[in-house]
């Protein structure tokens, strides 16, 4: 720390006088590899709270049924289909379409034509 010395004659500073305090253990056990895996796991840490980003709910259970009623409906949203697709790859089902129906995440909403015409919408809208 430094701080100004005064003389014994009057106000008139005379010179600086520098002096050394001890921080303690703190700085002898420094060591900047542990602060930095620190600082890392803080930051993991931090980005974890602030850009989690909510898992979407599973649409389907692992039968290919839908969660919400049960109902083992074919992607092409049809409720009397019997399947018209070839079979799945994954679980040999005729009502998967491009992707396996198996513990899907999402539903095809609807059907439509080039030109925006509906041909069949999901009918267990929330």
């Not at 998967?96 to 009918?123: H, L, M, Q």
Request: glycine share 6%.
């Amino acid at each position: 720390t430094l701080f100004p010395r005064r003389s014994n004659e009057g106000d008139h500073l005379f010179g600086w006088q520098i002096t050394f305090q001890n921080p303690g253990p703190q700085v002898a056990d420094f060591n900047p590899e542990t602060r930095e895996q620190k600082k890392k796991a803080r930051m993991s840490q931090m980005k974890q709270v602030f850009f989690k980003k909510p898992k979407p709910a599973k649409k389907y259970d692992r039968h290919g049924r839908l969660l919400c009623n049960n109902f083992d409906l074919c992607d092409c949203l049809e409720e009397t289909c019997m399947g018209c697709f070839y079979p799945c790859p994954k679980c040999n089902s005729n009502k998967c379409g491009a992707e396996c129906r198996c513990n899907r995440k999402w539903v095809y909403e609807k059907i439509e034509t080039e030109d925006g015409n509906a041909i069949s919408v999901f009918p267990f809208l929330d």
